[in-house]
């Protein structure tokens, strides 16, 4: 296979990709199935643009989420120190069936749906404080601290660290390049915070997930304290961020889209279908978890080295023309089944029947309190976060 290594696609405005990266990708995948861009890390990687490639290279265990198998000098992702470091967006089978097949075990449905009316609860609560105003930021009042809620009443965090625990996702996601020391003490407190938790937690056993987690095994096989703290990690991580953005993107999906906000006030029942669209149209990562490939791999007729870093658009694979029909049309009615916003394959996301039910939840709850909910300002005014692997708003400024 030939290395050569062609030089930076110039369809990609860095700018443009945060403000619109529909308009990016789509002509990325008009002109080819794969391209040579700057990663999310300032490195060379290839972007995989085209619904079919992405949706088989997702499941294709040729390419690697283990960084070991990145090239000497090549990716040099977030640092995180290895107890925060050993979870499922880094690993391979077997160890990745191993702690998926303990996880499941501790993480079941019965959990998820214990959560629901407290989900709700927690969404009227918050609701009701911003009702009186009229207006309000709905990522600041809503879409961000209900899920950190939910995260938190699941791991068993006491409500007086939930703030802390939003600061701390906020600096690992979009670090601020004045100040990059701050990305650095959020995994230290994360890291210090986590220690501590656990051994309460083994000390004390409550009713909630890291109390499962410390108890569960499978045949002696248990997780070790790296797993663990890398799993309470994560859970955090992933369950706050992707949900957070999930709701406030719908939310704004579905403003700008009036006749389909009507036709769901109209018929609350297609909103479980709704979610699945809304989660195809905007959702909350437009890349997967970062590949590495353990030998040459061809890829929509490309051929890439082993070691090189593959970064798969799930953003461009959701508005692939040949996979859904008028993909830049929000409809509420389209059967998004096959989209890839939760994963695919052995990597499908282990919280997405959690994500789905607090999105419901959530847009339900704010659909019924507040039926003359509009926006409160030009769609060009608002500030997208500044990241290639997050689409969230900065703040939803709304009025009712």
Known sequence: MSTTTPSESPLVDRAELIADPYAVYARLREAGPVHRITGTDGLPAWLVTRYDDVRQAIADPRLSLDKRNAKPGGYHGLALPPALDANLLNMDPPDHTRIRRLVTKAFTPRRVELLREPVRKTADGLLDAIAPLGRAD???????????????????????????????????????PAHPEKAKEAVRAMLGFFTQLLAAKRAAPADDLLSALIAVRDDEDRLTEDELMSLAFLILFAGY?????????????????????????????????????????????????????????????????????????????????????????LDIGRDATGHLALGHGIHYCLGAPLARMETEIALAALLDRFPELALDAQVDELRWRPSMRARGLLSLPVRY
């Open 241 to 329: 961020e992707n949900t957070v953005h999930l709701i406030g993107n719908a939310t704004l999906a579905l403003l700008t889209n009036p006749g389909q906000l009507d036709a769901l006030r109209a018929d609350p029942g297609r909103l479980p279908g709704a979610v699945e669209e809304l989660a195809r149209y905007d959702g909350p990562a437009p890349l997967a978890i970062r590949r590495f490939p353990t030998e040459d791999v061809t890829i929509g007729g490309v051929g890439i080295p082993a070691g090189e870093t593959v970064l798969l658009s799930l953003a461009a694979a959701h508005r692939d023309p040949h996979r859904f029909t008028d993909p830049d049309r």
């Open 138 to 176: 709905l990522i600041a009042s809503y879409a961000a601290p209900l899920p950190i809620t939910v995260i938190c009443d699941l791991l068993g965090v006491t409500p007086d660290d939930r703030q802390d625990f939003r600061s701390w996702t906020d600096a690992l996601v979009a670090p601020d």
